[in-house]
């Protein structure tokens, strides 16, 4: 019998970090795995910031910091929201964490109880629908195809709320799809939830500064619902520091009070180098952040065309975030090399295997039909990819 409680029992393990221990197990073999499945910069943090981060360990920022983050951090977000999005904030409504995984996180145990619902347009980040698990929340899932690039409209939206929709969760620019919604689509998506006073919004804007359509547009512009909505942001892909674990909310007073408590409980803050180092990339020159999404948009580019040219892939294009998501339900079902592909998750093996490309099956992120490569990575790499992609599907 398992001593597991009934929680994790009923927890799927992340297939972004699965896939990508995967492929660095086989690189350990020494086979030239390429890995297009995790999601991060493929960039070294900025100098400036690692240069922070060194001071404060001589200047000994090695005690426990405030449960939220020091107070400086927080002022330092409230300017950078100001700025960059025009939306005004008090420090005490910021609460830092250990990513802004851990923040998502913290925001669905504090609001969520047994039953409520969570409406989670799919294509879906794979950890949200875990974390409603965790809160015990029931997840509702609105499926947005590529033949609408992978958004949902407000009618959708309004079809799935009921009275026990107790939040929204709503990533934009969009992990897998690279999906961006127009300021007229969050308008359009605001003025439903304005009609229902109870719900809350998660707004993840993690991939906030790589968007190759300019301005970022944040659902908390809308005063309609502007004391609902909870943004959800942090610095691990705007100034590649996915390893430093630093991320954040900026919130109604109550939600912010409530994940400070909960936080203080169980993870006490961040890291006080991390937050240092998080200060100096939110305070500091930002032409680092403009060099970096250059490249990723040239390799979205080259993606694209590259993606294009498999047959039977179906490519939108990304207006953010560094993914590229195809349909690829051509192959599902078929049998290659003997090797029958029941779903997407077995089409990621088969390439996997036969191709040593690491990419992630679309299963995981409720869309069965696609398969999600990650190219923050360099363009050789991802030439190379593709070719080898390309040559085992020869014929098929
Ligand atoms: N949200 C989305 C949509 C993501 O892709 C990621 C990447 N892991 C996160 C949140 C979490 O980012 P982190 O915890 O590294 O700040
Ligand atoms: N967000 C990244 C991804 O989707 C990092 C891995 C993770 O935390 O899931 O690949």
């Known amino acids: 019998m398992s001593q597991l409680s009934e929680r994790l029992a009923a927890l799927s393990p992340s297939e972004t970090l699965a896939m990508s221990q995967k492929s660095n197990e086989l690189k350990a073999q020494g086979i030239d795995v390429i890995n297009l499945s995790v999601g991060e910069p493929d960039f070294n943090t ?5 240069e922070a981060a ?11 910091s405030p449960v939220p983050g020091y107070l400086s951090l927080r002022k330092a977000i409230v300017a950078k929201l100001k700025k ?4 005004d904030y008090t420090p005490e409504q910021i609460v830092c964490s250990n990513g802004a995984k851990q923040s998502v996180c913290n925001v669905l145990l504090s609001i969520i109880d047994a039953g409520d619902e969570v409406i989670v347009p799919a294509p879906y980040w794979v950890s949200y629908v875990e974390m409603v698990k965790l809160a015990e929340g029931t997840n509702v899932v609105v499926e947005a195809g590529i033949e609408q690039d992978f958004k949902i409209t407000p009618a959708q939206l309004e079809a799935a709320i009921t009275p026990k929709t107790k939040a929204l969760i709503l990533c934009s620019p969009s992990n897998p799809t690279g999906s961006v919604y127009s300021k007229d689509e969050l308008k359009g998506l605001a003025d439903v939830l304005a009609k229902y006073s109870n719900i809350i919004i998660i707004a993840d804007e993690i ?4 968007n190759y359509i300019g301005k970022h547009e944040s659902i908390a512009q809308f005063d309609s619902i502007r004391d609902r909505v909870v943004i959800v942001n942090g610095v691990s892909k705007a100034y ?9 909310i900026a919130a109604p007073q ?6 400070n408590k909960l936080q203080g409980q169980y993870t006490s803050g961040p890291s006080s180098i991390a937050q240092k180092a998080a200060e100096a990339a939110c305070l500091g020159p930002q ?47 078929k049998t290659i090399d003997g090797q029958t592909i029941n779903d997407s998750a077995d089409f990621a093996m088969f390439l996997l295997e036969k191709a040593h490309v690491a990419a992630v099956g679309g299963k995981a992120f409720g869309a ?13 790499q991802l030439i190379k990819a593709m070719q080898r992609i390309k040559a085992v599907l020869e014929g098929v």
């Open 46 to 50: 900025p100098g400036f910031i690692k």
């Open 54 to 64: 060194k001071k404060a360990i001589d200047d000994n920022f090695s005690f426990y």
């Open 84 to 87: 960059e999005n025009g939306l």
């Open 207 to 210: 991939y906030e500064h790589i």
């Open 240 to 248: 590649a520091m996915t390893g430093w674990r630093l991320g954040w």
């Open 254 to 259: 109550w939600i912010a009070s409530a994940c």
């Open 287 to 333: 032409d680092c952040i403009a060099t970096m999404r250059k490249a990723f948009e040239r390799r979205r580019d080259l993606m694209v065309k590259l993606c294009s040219e498999i047959p039977g892939f179906k490519v939108n294009q990304p207006q953010g975030a560094f993914y590229l998501f195809p349909d690829c339900s051509y192959y599902i079902g």
């Open 368 to 380: 069965n039909d696609c398969i999600r490569f990650s190219y923050a990575a360099a363009d050789e």
